[in-house]
């Protein structure tokens, strides 16, 4: 199973990075590209439409601005879409995105992560692949116990 990660734009590269290098931690295959919603929507069509076909499980739309590309990948797929808000150079301090992919209507869901929150968005379409795939939720486990274990150790620090 694959994972797909979209940009709409080359400039979101540095915020949706995380998401692949979290996803290459649990060793989940990605597929990245850039899809805009605007400037390349026959691109858009296909990739929405096709996905499935191409053994993708999860898609990661990121987007600033507008941010249309995850509502509108959600539109036409039958995958889940979880869509990442991206605070761009002409973004209204990220509130237009983050609106934009979280009120989607209904029948159109969007799992939407916070602003700039790549990185929670490859943990959470890990966890979508780990519900079918035990290796993959074998990692997940592993990875919330180092969590824990980071806490426990800067609170000990402190004392």
Do not use: C
């Amino acid at each position: 199973m694959k994972i797909a990660i979209v940009m709409g734009s080359v400039s979101d590269m540095p915020v949706m990075q995380e998401a692949i290098d979290i996803l290459k931690e649990f060793g989940i295959e990605t597929e990245v590209d850039i899809v805009s919603a605007h400037r390349t929507p026959e691109k858009l069509f296909d990739f929405s439409k096709n996905a499935h076909n191409r053994g993708i499980a999860v898609i990661i739309a990121g987007a600033g601005g507008a941010a249309h590309l995850p509502g509108m990948v959600a539109s036409m797929s039958p995958l889940p879409v979880i869509g990442v808000p991206v605070k761009s150079s002409n973004s209204i301090d990220g509130w237009d995105s983050i609106l934009s992919i979280l009120q989607m209507p209904g029948g159109v869901p969007v799992a939407t992560v916070a602003l700039n929150g790549a990185k929670n968005a490859g943990i959470l379409a890990a966890q979508i692949i780990g519900s079918s795939d035990k290796s993959v939720l074998d990692k997940i486990i592993a990875y919330k116990e180092n969590l824990k274990e980071g806490v426990i150790k800067a609170s000990e620090g402190l004392k």
